[in-house]
C-alpha cells in the first residue's frame, strides 16, 4: 500500500496567517492527491483534486501544488473558519487509496 | 444536489455483523462517472478507507479489511450497502458513505453525514 505522511502534526496560527501543510507519499503518484477538510463532527470535504484543482465552491484562498512525492496546502490569508484538521489522500491506481493522518490547524 | 444518506444499528455486539445502508439521492447510482465507497473513521483518529463498489457490481477492497467485507448494490433502491463480520472494539467507528468521481483523477467529491457504530456487548 501508498502510505502517507503529512507535516506538522500540529500548526498554530493567527488569522490572516498563510499556512502550508506539507504531505509526502511513499512511492510517485504523479498527481492523483487530493485535500480535505474537517470539521468536528462533519464529513470531510473536499477542497483540492489532482494535486492543483479547486474543487467548486471552495474559496481561491486554498491552493495546492506538486507532483510524484511531495504535495502542498497553501492557505493563503487563515480565517476563523478555517481552523480545521486537513488530510491529503491518494487516489492513485489500484486501490486501496489511503489518506495521510492530518494536520490539525488551530489557533495561535 | 447530490445526497447521501447512511442508515443502520448504532450499537453491534462483537463477533456479529455490522450492516449499513447508505441512500443516494439527487442522482443516479447507475452513472458510470462514480464509484461508491465506505470509509471509517474511529473517535480522534484518521480516515481509513473500506472499499468501493461500482454500478454494475464490481468491487474492490482494502486488503486489510477484504476477509470481511461486502459490499453490495440496489441500483433499483439507489442504495449501497456494507457488510463488515466478525466485529470487534476495533471497528468502533464513524463510518462515511461517499461518491467517488472516477472520471480523471479520482476523488471523493460528495459525503454521508456519517453513522456511529459501537461494538459492545
Known amino acids: 500500500d501508498i502510505q502517507m505522511t503529512q507535516s506538522p502534526s500540529t500548526l498554530s496560527a493567527s488569522v490572516g496567517d498563510r499556512v502550508t501543510i506539507t504531505c509526502r507519499a511513499s512511492q510517485s503518484i504523479n498527481t492523483y492527491l487530493n485535500w480535505y477538510q474537517q470539521k468536528p463532527g462533519k464529513a470531510p470535504n473536499l477542497l483540492i483534486y489532482a494535486a492543483s484543482s479547486l474543487q467548486s465552491g471552495v474559496s481561491s484562498r486554498f491552493s495546492g501544488s506538486g507532483s510524484g512525492t511531495d504535495f502542498t496546502l497553501t492557505i493563503s490569508s487563515l480565517q476563523a473558519e478555517d481552523f480545521a484538521i486537513y488530510y491529503c489522500?491518494?487516489?492513485?491506481?489500484?486501490?486501496?487509496?489511503?489518506f495521510g493522518p492530518g494536520t490539525k490547524v488551530d489557533i495561535k | 444536489q447530490v445526497q447521501l444518506q447512511e442508515s443502520g444499528p448504532g450499537l453491534v455486539k462483537p463477533s456479529q455483523t455490522l450492516s449499513l445502508t447508505c441512500t443516494v439521492s439527487?442522482?443516479?447510482?447507475?452513472?458510470?462517472?462514480?464509484?461508491w465507497s465506505w470509509i471509517r473513521q474511529p473517535a480522534g483518529k484518521g480516515l481509513e478507507w473500506i472499499g468501493r463498489i461500482y454500478f454494475s457490481g464490481s468491487t474492490n477492497y482494502n486488503p486489510s479489511l477484504k476477509s470481511r467485507v461486502t459490499i453490495s448494490v440496489d441500483t433499483s433502491k439507489n442504495q449501497f450497502s456494507l457488510k463488515l463480520s466478525s466485529v470487534t472494539a476495533a471497528d468502533t467507528a464513524v463510518y462515511f458513505c461517499?461518491?467517488?468521481?472516477?472520471?480523471?483523477?479520482?476523488?471523493?467529491?460528495?459525503w454521508g453525514q456519517g453513522i456511529l457504530v459501537t461494538v459492545s456487548s
Open positions: 439527487g442522482g443516479s447510482i447507475n452513472s458510470g462517472n462514480y464509484c
Open positions: 489522500q491518494q487516489s492513485y491506481s489500484p486501490p486501496p487509496f489511503t
Open positions: 461517499a461518491r467517488e468521481d472516477i472520471q480523471l483523477r479520482p476523488y471523493f467529491d460528495y
